[in-house]
T-cell receptor, first 111, second 112 residues
Framework: GDSVTQMEGPVTLSEEAFLTINCTYTATGYPSLFWYVQYPGEGLQLLLKATKADDKGSNKGFEATYRKETTSFHLEKGSVQVSDSAVYFCALDTGRRALTFGSGTRLQVQP | DSGVTQTPKHLITATGQRVTLRCSPRSGDLSVYWYQQSLDQGLQFLIQYYNGEERAKGNILERFSAQQFPDLHSELNLSSLELGDSALYFC???????????FGSGTRLTVV
């Protein structure tokens, strides 16, 4: 079945450090891929998405590129801020059922 | 405000009881999804409704049920509650799945 694998957290970085959160997926067909962010005490918010191979999604300084050959959708940001501290979820949609989420990666950014 | 409204925000109830969680989707969205988020299970898909009809089922227990009404709001009914049902329950809505979902802020259920 469809699945998403994310790197385990927590990821702890200093402010202005470079961020990478790895995400790989297993799915048949050509899924759409998403990153969601969950701030403490809140629901999930769509951060960015990509709907086909080689697409790059970007938002708020975050980027992720849909790599079909490696079945990956890694999240990157060049310079993190304390306000980026949150849990990040990678997800896929094949159109056959609801979004499948990874287990989430907690990011802690220290000043 | 995401546009998806969930009530109540917090609920504390005893084992064996029944509760109803309510969700109003974002205006124009016909699909409603229910997810359960617990510490050890992550985000688990429960059920999807589209324009009043059940569209897909995930890991929903037989003690749980849901429906979507003509005005598109949805309710998730949880009965014979157990301690292990304590979790955050999220509702999300979408106009089409490849656009992504809009999530509500969740209902935190505590079963004591």
């Amino acid at each position: 079945g469809d699945s998403v694998t994310q790197m385990e957290g927590p990821v702890t970085l200093s402010e202005e450090a470079f961020l990478t959160i790895n995400c790989t997926y297993t799915a048949t067909g050509y899924p759409s891929l998403f990153w969601y962010v969950q701030y403490p005490g809140e629901g999930l918010q769509l951060l960015l998405k990509a709907t086909k191979a080689d697409d790059k999604g970007s938002n708020k300084g975050f980027e992720a590129t849909y790599r079909k050959e490696t079945t990956s959708f890694h999240l990157e940001k060049g310079s993190v801020q304390v306000s980026d501290s949150a849990v990040y979820f990678c997800a896929l949609d094949t159109g056959r059922r609801a979004l499948t989420f990874g287990s989430g990666t907690r990011l802690q950014v220290q000043p | 405000d995401s546009g998806v409204t969930q009530t109540p925000k917090h609920l504390i109830t005893a084992t064996g009881q029944r509760v109803t969680l309510r969700c109003s989707p974002r205006s124009g969205d016909l699909s409603v999804y229910w997810y359960q988020q617990s510490l050890d299970q992550g985000l688990q898909f429960l059920i999807q409704y589209y324009n009043g009809e059940e569209r897909a089922k995930g890991n929903i227990l037989e003690r749980f049920s849901a429906q979507q009404f003509p005005d598109l709001h949805s309710e998730l009914n949880l009965s014979s509650l157990e301690l292990g049902d304590s979790a955050l329950y999220f509702c999300a809505s979408s106009v089409a799945s490849n656009y992504g979902y809009t999530f509500g802020s969740g209902t935190r259920l505590t079963v004591v």
